[in-house]
């Protein structure tokens, strides 16, 4: 019967790329665009890497732009990233460029997946994994499961790192400050006592994460700006995709070097 082929076909392919994907080199939380760069960059790299997104649709702020205008501006420093992922722009002014954010969000999850990230929607990251002093995996949830307060055990999934990509609220930061006692130093960045964020911002908003703030965990996009102290950037995305390549670059560095 074709009806028990398709719900065969589902659970079944289904089931094989969540058994692939309990162990992994990089576990990113948050699909906004900074998250989605990294994992295709990451992927790239043949790195297995796998991106947990809370809502239906990944994608972040970006789907939106700005008060639901469907364009966003990005930064001439980022075109080269918008170049790689056959996205369309066009030349504003001062060096900035406009995208339809409709089309950049499909751009950017059509290549990361295609590059060999999977991505799993409606996960929501309740807790991290923590071995040796180190971030090493992350305790996921489905979505609905939290939002209706159901009390349904989590699975774990291993990670030699683990990059927040959940915006402002820098979710996964604040769960390794809360259970190890840690303070968010938001003034200079980083963990009070461990190692610091780097954030630059100029008149520009060019954000970039690319240090650990604490070992295992990195952070990319808006993030490592609410990490770092920094105000909400609004609907300019180079930072964004900037930060997430930045990110995926520093640890294939690490993971690469013997």
């Given at each position: 019967?074709?009806?028990?082929?398709?719900?065969?076909?589902?659970?079944s392919t289904?089931?094989?790329?969540?058994?692939?994907?309990?162990?992994?080199?990089?576990?990113?939380?948050?699909?906004?665009?900074?998250?989605?760069?990294?994992?295709?960059?990451?992927?790239?790299?043949?790195l297995?890497?796998?991106?947990?997104?809370?809502?239906?649709?990944?994608?972040?702020?970006?789907w939106?732009g700005?008060?639901?205008?469907?364009?966003a501006?990005?930064q001439?420093?980022?075109?080269?990233?918008?170049r790689?992922?056959?996205?369309?722009f066009?030349?504003?002014?001062?060096?900035?460029y406009?995208?339809?954010?409709?089309?950049?969000t499909?751009?950017?999850?059509?290549?990361?997946?295609?590059?060999g990230?999977?991505?799993f929607?409606?996960?929501?990251v309740?807790d991290?994994?923590?071995?040796?002093?180190?971030v090493?995996?992350?305790?996921v949830?489905?979505?609905?499961?939290?939002?209706?307060?159901?009390?349904?055990?989590?699975?774990?999934?291993?990670?030699?790192?683990v990059?927040?990509?959940?915006?402002?609220?820098s979710?996964?930061?604040?769960?390794?400050?809360?259970?190890?006692?840690?303070?968010?130093?938001?003034?200079?960045?980083?963990?009070?006592?461990?190692?610091?964020l780097?954030?630059?911002?100029?008149?520009?908003?060019?954000?970039?994460?690319?240090?650990?703030?604490?070992?295992?965990?990195w952070?990319?996009?808006?993030?490592?700006?609410?990490v770092?102290?920094?105000p909400?950037m609004?609907?300019i995305?180079?930072?964004?995709?900037m930060?997430?390549?930045?990110?995926?670059?520093s640890?294939?560095?690490?993971?690469?070097t013997?």
């Amino acid at each position: 019967m074709i009806e028990t082929q398709v719900s065969k076909g589902i659970i079944s392919t289904y089931y094989e790329k969540l058994e692939k994907n309990l162990n992994l080199d990089v576990a990113i939380v948050g699909g906004g665009p900074s998250g989605i760069v990294a994992a295709y960059y990451l992927a790239k790299a043949g790195l297995r890497v796998a991106l947990f997104d809370r809502k239906l649709s990944p994608g972040g702020g970006l789907w939106g732009g700005a008060m639901m205008f469907n364009q966003a501006v990005i930064q001439e420093e980022a075109i080269s990233i918008v170049r790689e992922f056959g996205i369309n722009f066009k030349p504003y002014e001062d060096s900035l460029y406009t995208i339809d954010t409709v089309e950049s969000t499909a751009g950017l999850l059509y290549h990361a997946v295609h590059a060999g990230a999977t991505v799993f929607n409606c996960y929501s990251v309740e807790d991290v994994v923590y071995k040796n002093n180190r971030v090493s995996g992350v305790v996921v949830n489905w979505t609905p499961v939290l939002r209706e307060g159901m009390h349904v055990d989590p699975l774990n999934i291993r990670a030699k790192c683990v990059i927040d990509g959940t915006g402002h609220d820098s979710e996964v930061c604040q769960t390794v400050a809360r259970k190890n006692g840690a303070r968010l130093n938001t003034v200079t960045g980083g963990v009070v006592g461990e190692r610091s964020l780097d954030v630059t911002e100029g008149e520009r908003q060019v954000v970039e994460g690319t240090k650990e703030i604490y070992p295992g965990l990195w952070v990319c996009g808006m993030a490592s700006s609410a990490v770092g102290g920094t105000p909400r950037m609004g609907p300019i995305f180079g930072g964004m995709l900037m930060s997430g390549k930045k990110v995926a670059d520093s640890i294939i560095e690490q993971l690469k070097t013997p």
